[in-house]
């Protein structure tokens, strides 16, 4: 494994989010019957801990530079955090084809839980941004069905289900680039936050 330092700073951060951009999950503009209201992408392993006890989680994620965002219901993942803010993160491309330039990142960084009852205006905004509304709809509608929810009750089931998610925003402090390229060489590039 090689470690390469012949990019400045600046350009090894524009690699990074360049290959985030391009892996991030994004907005649907033909959102339809058979779309959720996102185009799924590249998925992002989030570790986190607690207790001395490490939990791994493949989630969709966004990003704004280097910031990244993941909607997390409540579970194992929103609990470690609370408790340890430190994560690490991979994305990573798949499947790995020798035939082209292929890249990963391995994150660093420090997590912050943002919901209704701690900064509900930037919670809803990230909600709006992201277009998540439609797609808890869509994911929730089955169960709806099945309950037989009368109208003015499924709007009342829908808003509890988004304010019970929070939004993971993770700032990184450190991450490992790697270029795995087609003569079987890897390149290594790091950036830390000053």
């Not at 408790?83 to 391995?106: F, G």
């Not at 925003?169 to 087609?182: A, F, G, M, Q, V």
Request: proline share 4%.
């Amino acid at each position: 494994m090689a470690t390469e330092q012949n990019k400045s700073k600046a350009m090894i951060k524009k690699d990074i989010i360049d290959f985030l951009n391009a892996s991030a999950g994004q907005i649907d503009p033909k959102s339809g019957k058979y779309s959720c209201g996102i185009i799924h992408r590249t998925s992002l392993v989030l570790a986190t801990s607690a207790k001395d006890t490490p939990r791994a989680t493949v989630l969709e994620f966004f990003n704004e530079g280097l910031t990244i965002y993941i909607f997390g219901e409540p579970g194992g993942k929103i609990a470690n955090i609370k408790r340890n803010a430190k994560v690490s993160a991979v994305i990573y491309e798949q499947p790995l084809d020798h035939a082209k330039l292929q890249k990963s990142l391995q994150i660093f960084g420090k997590a912050e839980l943002i919901n209704v009852r701690n900064n509900a205006r930037l919670f809803r905004s990230k909600i709006r941004k992201w277009n998540l509304n439609t797609v808890m709809n869509k994911l929730m509608y089955p169960l709806i069905r099945e309950m037989n929810l009368p109208g003015e009750e499924v709007e009342k089931f829908l808003k509890k289900g988004v304010e019970s998610l929070n939004v993971i925003k993770i700032s990184p402090h450190h991450i490992i680039l790697k270029e795995y390229h087609t003569d079987f060489s890897m390149k290594k590039y790091e950036w830390k936050k000053e």
